[in-house]
């Protein structure tokens, strides 16, 4: 799945020489990608709060959010909506007794617990694991496909219409830097630091389970020895930690999966899937076009994000066809691999449920985006005026409380 042309073939993995300037450039070069980014977000977000009608915030079984005046809700209230309020009630008051909050894997919310516990700790949190998770990429990116290549990767990423999932109080930033941690460090032959950012990804999400494909992959291109293939144990070492805290707590150690049937999700075939994603976006169609309809007061909804999810989805089958001779298998079938949940796994009345936001962890595929970019200017601006189109949508639903991903 490598592509054939020389210049863009992966790089040996040999003695790298390393200029602290071009580092120091990079780096602020990467600053100044996030810090733009972020602002506009940030900025779309108090806007849209500030002046657009508010459906009611979601209420957290036992967890009230966060009292604060009028700068904290403008600014920073916004992004703890739907799942962060479940990741800070998890950060003080743990599991026990609530069944519902097993859906929430434990790592983020430690970390929320470790630095204080509050929304501007979390908005901290994952803005500060955004950048570092850029820089990792993008030295990915350079020496899988070209240094250009690089630089639209970090802009696709950056400026992806759901990429303010980054600075919420959701684990999306956690879990995209310990998984592009991991391909780094199986990529330097690291194995062991690798099965280590991987055996945590598996405690921020079930997708770090698929991080055994990059290890996987660097013990076979070296011939491992058959001891050295006991790092691949690692992986789940999160995922059953977890598991054996929730069987002490509730007697069932896979808990986690049994209250999915709370939001509906079940498993189906592929087609079922995508035959049912159709029907729903089609008849909710009228919701999205319809300003009243979109942002509805009262109870929010999530008849209309059918819609987006449909078109996401979308997004993520093109991107995997465009990935196929432009990344390394281990790449490709880990993005795969992600991508297949949502499809096998639907809700019932929004099948495609989240995938806008969970396309996010598929984040391999900004590679082979980022290639694309690289080689159109047109495809280029396109793709900006379509993200930020989309984006400033999605930013202001998400920060009135109406239901995005």
Do not use: C
């Given at each position: 799945?490598?592509?054939?042309a ?7 993995e040999?003695?790298?020489v ?5 580092e120091i ?6 600053a100044?990608?996030v810090?733009?980014s ?6 779309e977000?108090a806007?849209a709060f ?10 957290v ?11 904290f809700?403008?600014l ?7 799942d ?5 009630s ?10 519902l909050?097993?859906?929430?894997f434990?790592l983020?919310?430690?970390?929320l617990r ?5 929304v501007l ?13 850029l820089?990792?990429i ?8 070209s ?7 970090v802009?696709?990423l950056?400026?992806?219409?759901t ?7 959701y684990?999306?930033?956690l879990f995209?830097?310990?998984?592009a941690?991991?391909?780094l460090?199986?990529?330097r032959?690291r194995?062991?630091l ?8 598996s405690?921020?999400s ?14 076979w291109r ?16 999160g995922?059953?930690?977890y598991?054996?805290?929730l ?18 999700r ?8 995508v035959r ?5 976006a089609v008849a909710?169609?009228?919701a999205?076009v319809?300003?009243?309809r979109?942002f509805?007061?009262g109870?929010?909804?999530?008849t209309?994000?059918?819609?987006w999810?449909?078109?996401?989805a979308?997004?993520?089958?093109w ?11 281990e790449?490709?079938l ?8 949502p499809f096998?796994?639907?809700?019932a009345a929004?099948?495609l449920?989240?995938?806008?936001r969970?396309?996010?962890?598929a ?17 280029l601006?396109a ?8 984006g400033?949508v999605l930013v ?10």
């Amino acid at each position: 799945m490598s592509r054939a042309a020389p210049a863009l073939r992966p790089r040996a993995e040999g003695r790298r020489v390393r200029d602290p300037a071009l580092e120091i450039r990079s780096w602020g070069l990467l600053a100044a990608i996030v810090v733009l980014s972020r602002l506009l977000v940030f900025e779309e977000g108090a806007l849209a709060f500030l002046y657009l009608p508010h459906a009611w915030v979601q209420d957290v079984p036992g967890y009230l959010p966060p009292p604060g005046g009028f700068w904290f809700q403008t600014l920073l209230g916004p992004w703890a909506h739907w799942d962060g309020y479940w990741y800070l009630s998890i950060a003080h008051l743990g599991y026990a007794g609530r069944p519902l909050a097993t859906a929430f894997f434990p790592l983020y919310p430690l970390l929320l617990r470790a630095l204080g516990g509050t929304v501007l700790a979390g908005v901290l949190a994952s803005t500060v694991a955004f950048v570092v998770a850029l820089g990792i990429i993008h030295r990915l990116a350079a020496e899988v496909l070209s240094p250009r290549a690089a630089w639209f990767t970090v802009l696709a990423l950056a400026f992806f219409p759901t990429s303010f999932y980054f600075n919420a109080v959701y684990p999306e930033s956690l879990f995209l830097l310990l998984a592009a941690g991991t391909y780094l460090a199986a990529r330097r032959g690291r194995l062991g630091l690798a099965a280590g950012l991987a055996g945590l990804a598996s405690a921020t999400s079930i997708y770090g389970l698929f991080l055994a494909v990059p290890l996987a992959a660097a013990l076979w291109r070296r011939r491992a020895p058959a001891p050295l293939w006991l790092w691949l144990a690692l992986v789940p070492a999160g995922l059953l930690g977890y598991m054996a805290t929730l069987f002490e707590a509730f007697g069932n150690p896979i808990i986690f999966q049994s209250v999915q049937s709370n939001w509906g999700r079940a498993f189906a075939p592929l087609w079922v899937t995508v035959r049912e994603a159709v029907t729903q976006a089609v008849a909710n169609v009228p919701a999205v076009v319809s300003f009243p309809r979109l942002f509805a007061t009262g109870q929010p909804t999530d008849t209309a994000s059918n819609v987006w999810n449909l078109l996401f989805a979308a997004v993520a089958v093109w991107l995997l066809v465009l990935a196929i001779r432009r990344l390394p298998w281990e790449y490709w079938l880990f993005s795969l691999l992600v991508v297949a949940v949502p499809f096998s796994y639907p809700s019932a009345a929004v099948p495609l449920m989240s995938v806008p936001r969970l396309l996010l962890a598929a984040w391999p595929l900004f590679l082979a985006l980022g290639d694309r970019l690289a080689g159109s200017p047109t495809a280029l601006k396109a793709y900006l005026w379509l993200s930020g189109a989309a984006g400033l949508v999605l930013v202001a639903l998400f920060t009135t409380a109406h239901w995005v991903a």
